[in-house]
């Protein structure tokens, strides 16, 4: 049977199974420390996606006012290509829409062609290049926008045809 993708908000002690799908997916990850202090800051909030009792994926952003930053999003390795990353996206934009958020921002490395192709299906658009802003490996960072707006659903399915 097909894994059914549960989502509910993180919380603090949810950062230990944070750090693990991280260590996968990144070569400079985040480390349970990292994931507790943010989990508990002013203005951070995040999602987690569940396939029974193992973490499918993550999503974490910081919001202030009108506009928001995408801090981390990882899927883990076993369930990437099955719209996990598009299921949280469209449950995270809604929520910062609904909180009168209008403007989200993000950096992904150069070379990442996945999330960049993630990202231009949900309409972000290039914003600006922070030079050598990566470490391990030493790389530009893309700086993409999306503005969002009441007419936006956010519909993780948008685009489907099968
Ligand atoms: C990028 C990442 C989050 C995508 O997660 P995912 O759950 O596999 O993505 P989805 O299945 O929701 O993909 C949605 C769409 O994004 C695009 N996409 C996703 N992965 C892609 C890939 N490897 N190559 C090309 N396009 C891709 C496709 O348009 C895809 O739709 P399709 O499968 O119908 O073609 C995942 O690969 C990941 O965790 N990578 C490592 C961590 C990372 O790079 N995080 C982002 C940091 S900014």
Same mark, same amino acid.
Do not use: C
């Given at each position: ?16 199974? +944070?750090?693990? /799908?991280?260590?996968?997916?990144? %070569?400079?990850? !985040? %480390? ?7 989990? %508990? ?5 995040? !999602?987690?996606? !569940? ?28 369930? *990437? *290509?099955? *719209? ?21 921002? +993000? ?17 972000? /658009?290039?914003?600006?290049?922070? =030079? ?5 490996? +030493? ?6 926008? =999306? *503005?969002?707006? %009441? ?5 993780? +399915?948008?685009?489907? /045809?099968?």
């Amino acid at each position: 049977m097909a894994d059914q993708f549960i989502i509910r908000a993180a919380r603090s002690e949810d950062a230990s199974a +944070l750090r693990d /799908t991280e260590a996968l997916s990144f %070569s400079d990850p !985040w %480390s349970e420390a990292d994931f507790g202090q943010l989990l %508990s800051a002013p203005g951070v909030e995040g !999602w987690i996606s !569940w396939a029974g009792k193992r973490l499918s994926g993550y999503l974490l952003v910081r919001s202030a006012g009108e506009e928001a930053e995408i801090l981390n999003l990882a899927v883990a390795p076993e369930f *990437r *290509r099955r *719209r996990v990353a598009l299921g949280l996206l469209g449950r995270g934009l809604d929520t910062l829409l609904a909180r009168g958020v209008h403007d989200v921002f +993000l950096e992904v490395r150069r070379s990442n062609r996945a999330a960049r192709a993630l990202y231009h299906r949900l309409g972000f /658009t290039l914003a600006g290049v922070r =030079r050598g802003y990566y470490r391990k490996p +030493l790389e530009d960072a893309m700086v993409l926008r =999306r *503005r969002l707006d %009441s007419s936006d659903e956010n519909d993780p +399915l948008e685009g489907q /045809t099968g």
